[in-house]
């Protein structure tokens, strides 16, 4: 793999964390479920996981590029492993409304895993690396569009947030915008 196709892949996965953003952000305006705080820092980590793939279209596919998404994917799979234990109890019916029978905290856990492994796999070609490649190549409009997309959700989700808590802590169980409620 040279550094042109994982450039490719760099701006695929950031198409899919837009993706995975954007489907967390359509669950909250349509459903009108609003996220708690745990929800709101795995959005936070998925934005997070985007640096990398982001340094590698702008400065070319670098290992620390790669290492900076692995991290951010452990800690992420770590706080969705937590909620998915908050509720794991027969009985217990979940925060917020399920996806083909998983609740967002568990579809997050499945994406951190599989971020996991697949940061790993590209890390496995080292052709991706070879400095004689030529730097400073300026990305194709398919990757400036993934990472110009994630920004702007990222920007919108930040806006989502201020709006729901306000300038103090978040509520365990959101119900109103509180910065929106305080206007009114």
């Not at 895993?113 to 490649?133: E, G, P, S, T």
């Not at 920007?155 to 365990?172: I, P």
Request: charged residues 10%; contains cysteine; glycine residues 8%.
């Amino acid at each position: 793999m040279n550094d042109t196709q994982a450039v490719t892949l760099n701006a695929l996965a950031l198409y899919g964390l837009a993706l995975l953003l954007a489907a967390a952000f359509a669950a909250q305006l349509l459903l009108h479920e609003l996220p708690c705080p745990l929800c709101l820092l795995q959005r936070t980590l998925f934005a997070l996981l985007a640096i990398g793939p982001i340094l590698n279209i702008r400065f070319g596919p670098r290992p620390s590029h790669y290492a900076l998404s692995l991290l951010t994917a452990v800690l992420g799979a770590t706080v969705s492993t937590r909620q998915v234990l908050l509720h794991i109890l027969p009985g217990d019916a979940g925060y917020g409304s399920a996806l083909l029978g998983y609740h967002y905290y568990t579809w997050a856990l499945i994406g951190f895993i599989a971020a996991i492994v697949l940061l790993a796999a590209m890390l496995l070609f080292d052709r991706q690396f070879d400095h004689r490649a030529m730097p400073g190549a300026s990305p194709g409009k398919f990757a400036q569009g993934a990472v110009w997309l994630v920004i702007g959700l990222t920007a919108l989700n930040v806006l989502s947030t201020l709006l729901e808590c306000g300038f103090g802590a978040c509520a365990d169980n959101p119900v109103v915008y509180e910065l929106l409620k305080s206007a009114s």
